[in-house]
């Protein structure tokens, strides 16, 4: 089974804290995904990767950054963070070369920036 | 570009009826197609994928979708509803051929059962 490790299930920063979210899976998956999830928003991609030191903006990059040093580990980073970036944070993984692939997600990370 | 639209942000249903929630999506090319769900405090699992083939696609727990190209849809059903089912259920997109491999989601339907 896949299995995709996002580091802390609850966080809570301050303003204008640098913040780092860490995802690690275990698969050898090739793309690795930042989400942020909002209600009555769905979820909306922040940055994505499809190899190592390889990054792509999402939708919604702004006040984000990421770091793919290892194929199995994905960072997200709040460069200083903002009570806007308050919400559920998920890290997503597949394969490459078969688009059909689900993504496999991690259980989250509920961040609160006060 | 694809997009995907869950009709109803809420759906409740009693336990032991038909569960039946709604997808349409729109994509230039034919699509691949998931339905994942999200349960409290959990991250998303996926229940199915539509991919080729056979348009009636099952899943698990008892879950199945059919992907309909001429309506452009792709409706979970699920003939009896347990209070387990209570979750938020995402319908998502993806191009097929070569491109990206962002999957495109809908904004969710939560499920309520009542007892």
């Known amino acids: 089974d896949v299995k995709v490790t996002q580091s802390s299930r609850y966080l809570v920063k301050r303003t204008g804290e640098k913040v780092f979210l860490e995802c690690v899976q275990d698969?050898?998956?090739?793309?690795m995904f930042w989400y942020r999830q909002d209600p009555g928003l769905g979820l909306r991609l922040i940055y994505f990767?499809?190899?190592?030191?390889?990054?792509e903006k999402g939708d919604i990059p702004e006040g984000y950054s990421v770091s793919r040093e290892k194929k199995e580990r994905f960072s997200l980073i709040l460069e200083s963070a903002s009570t806007n970036q308050t919400s559920m944070y998920l890290c997503?993984?597949?394969?490459?070369?078969?688009?059909?692939?689900?993504?496999?997600f991690g259980d989250g990370t509920r961040l609160s920036i006060l | 570009a694809q997009s995907v639209t869950q009709l109803g942000s809420h759906v409740s249903v009693s336990e032991g009826a038909l569960v039946l929630l709604r997808c349409n999506y729109s994509s230039s090319v034919p699509p691949y197609l998931f339905w994942y769900v999200q349960y409290p405090n959990q991250g998303l699992q996926l229940l199915l994928k539509y991919t080729t083939g056979a348009t009636l696609v099952k899943g698990i727990n008892g879950f199945e979708a059919e992907f309909k190209k001429s309506e452009t849809s792709f409706h979970l059903t699920k003939p009896s509803a347990h209070m387990s089912d209570a979750a938020e259920y995402f319908c998502a997109v993806i191009e097929s051929g070569a491109g990206s491999y962002q999957l495109t989601f809908g904004k969710g339907t939560k499920l309520s059962v009542i007892p």
């Open positions: 698969m050898d998956h090739e793309n």
């Open positions: 997503a993984s597949s394969l490459q070369g078969a688009r059909n692939q689900p993504q496999h």
């Open positions: 990767s499809y190899d190592v030191k390889m990054k």
